[in-house]
């Protein structure tokens, strides 16, 4: 494997994209000022006006139309891809798909989920026909990440578009090519830019904040969210936080373990590991611990890092995160720990190769905190009541997986993640009528399904009289009698049950 220095330049207007697999250079990109920001949020305003105009079935024939776009040139788009994040190009098809999945989902079902309907007014209020709608927003920023640079991107720019917004989206300075890609294919369906991609670094997202924007969806890192949600503070901009996750994969006694045992290891290994709802902490009974662990170890051995085009898993993409993944490894040994797999040597300059780690404390930051790496920790428990424990203990809180023959939903109720997968890892995200967002630390908001369409609209409730009213109670002309058959009423309605 020859691996070359990094080449990239970078100046006050530009910067460049580097292959992570070679350290060469992909693309130069734009980075755009505070003003070039402010410039695409003003074209994105009068854009919404217009998108917002069209029915949602005349948005649903556009947003196909990019869809079929995206869908002929998929290729492209994952090689695009690769380029960027090193990831093997079957990985990257995937994603695409994926997200080219939820497009179609968002498009389909806005008008459902989002469109006026009648919702009963109550007996106090029964001469009152209600209903609700779901108003877009108008322009929405999006602030996205270099892991899964379309798939999660996707979650909120479609749901957004879906729902009558327009998005100005910033993409991770490690894949502004995607972004950028994504951009011009828009440009070529929709008649205004409703879809528009500002590249640049921090300081580019920073200024998508402050731009008076109606909404920030963003992910990334929990420490950026807080800067995010401050200097979105300023303006009441609201904001949706998908900030990463260190979530467990349970394993019951009666679980079938094979099953379990190649869940853990692609949760754990795709990507290289760079996955916000990746598997990163394994708990497992102590009934089936040891064959666990013996075939955990056997089946990640077949896993490699390497630059060959048919690796299953590719470089780190954030030069950066190498660092993390290191001390996270040396922390666990320290504290006590065991690499029954590879070890601090298997962190390289660019690859890093799969490392299991057992017995160690839970109080190690290879246990807290996100390691975004091709590690997993496994640890023996004696019931699912502690499995459920240790996995709640987290301060982060995105997704889960159980395996489990018996208990599976049991097991899963009690977890307080957004996601959890039985018998299975990360299958909830490719289904896009189910909601995907974390608790704590791992944000809040949601993307996908009905709540993600939600997520970028405000209810408008309208309440029309339909008749006079039995009970006249909203004026000044109220009578006495009036309040007295109220009483009654509320003590027939709601009386029953309370202490006499
Ligand atoms: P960051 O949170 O720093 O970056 C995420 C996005 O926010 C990028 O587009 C970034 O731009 C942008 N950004 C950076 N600073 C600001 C700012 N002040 N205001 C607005 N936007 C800003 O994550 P990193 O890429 O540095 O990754 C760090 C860690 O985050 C990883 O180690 C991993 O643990 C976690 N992570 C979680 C992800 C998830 O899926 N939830 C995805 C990626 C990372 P730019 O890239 O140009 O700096």
């Not at 970078?10 to 990109?29: C, K, Q, Y």
């Not at 018998?423 to 009905?450: C, E, K, Q, Y």
């Amino acid at each position: 494997m020859t691996i070359t220095e990094p080449t990239g330049t970078r100046s006050a207007t530009s910067f460049d994209s580097l292959n992570p697999r070679t350290g060469e250079v992909v693309a130069s990109h734009p980075i755009a000022s505070e003003a070039d920001v402010q410039a695409a949020v003003a074209r994105a305003r009068e854009a919404a006006a217009w998108w917002s105009g069209q029915s949602f079935a005349e948005r649903k024939v556009l947003l196909n139309a990019w869809k079929g776009v995206i869908t002929n040139r998929i290729d492209e788009l994952a090689s695009v891809m690769q380029a960027e994040t090193g990831k093997p190009h079957g990985d990257a098809m995937l994603e695409c798909a994926l997200a080219i999945d939820h497009l179609a989902w968002a498009a389909g079902h806005a008008s459902k989920v989002l469109k006026r309907r009648t919702v009963p007014s109550g007996l106090v209020m029964a001469n009152q026909k209600a209903t609700v709608e779901y108003q877009p927003l108008g322009v929405v920023g999006v602030i996205g990440p270099w892991n899964y640079p379309v798939f999660t991107p996707m979650g909120s720019i479609a749901y957004a578009l879906a729902a009558g917004n327009a998005v100005v989206f910033k993409p991770s300075e490690y894949t502004p090519g995607v972004g950028a890609w994504l951009a011009a294919t828009a440009a070529e369906v929709f008649d205004q830019p409703v879809f528009q991609v500002v590249t640049g670094l921090g300081e580019t997202g920073a200024a998508l904040c402050r731009s008076g924007v109606n909404k920030v969806a963003f992910t990334g890192s929990t420490a950026t969210g807080k800067r995010v949600m401050a200097a979105c503070a300023e303006t009441l901009t609201p904001v949706l936080i998908e900030a990463g996750g260190k979530d467990a994969l349970i394993v019951d006694a009666d679980a079938d373990v094979a099953a379990a045992v190649d869940g853990a290891v692609w949760g754990a290994n795709a990507n290289a590991g760079q996955t916000c709802a990746g598997v990163e902490r394994v708990y497992v009974h102590e009934r089936v611990y040891d064959d666990f662990l013996a075939q955990v170890i056997a089946r990640t051995k077949e896993v490699h890092a390497t630059n060959d085009a048919d690796a299953k898993i590719g470089p780190i993409t954030m030069p950066s995160q190498i660092d993390i993944i290191k001390r996270h490894i040396d922390d666990a040994i320290a504290s006590g720990g065991t690499a029954v797999l590879g070890g601090p040597e298997s962190v390289g300059e660019r690859f890093v190769q799969p490392v299991i780690l057992v017995d160690v404390p839970e109080s190690s930051s290879a246990v807290t905190e996100e390691t975004f790496g091709p590690t997993m920790t496994v640890t023996k428990v004696s019931s699912m009541a502690e499995a459920v424990a240790l996995t709640n203990a987290s301060k982060y809180a995105l997704g889960s997986s159980v395996f489990s023959k018996r208990n599976g939903m049991r097991i899963a109720e009690q977890l307080r993640v957004g996601m959890t997968a039985i018998n299975g890892v990360i299958t909830f995200a490719g289904v896009p009528s189910l909601p995907f967002g974390g608790v704590g630390d791992s944000g809040f908001g949601r993307i996908h399904g009905p709540d993600g369409l939600k997520e970028f609209t405000y209810a408008h409730a309208i309440t029309k009289q339909r008749m006079k009213p039995l009970l006249a109670l909203t004026t000044f002309q109220r009578t006495e009698k009036a309040e007295q058959q109220l009483g009654k009423l509320i003590g027939v309605l709601h009386g029953r049950g309370g202490p006499k």
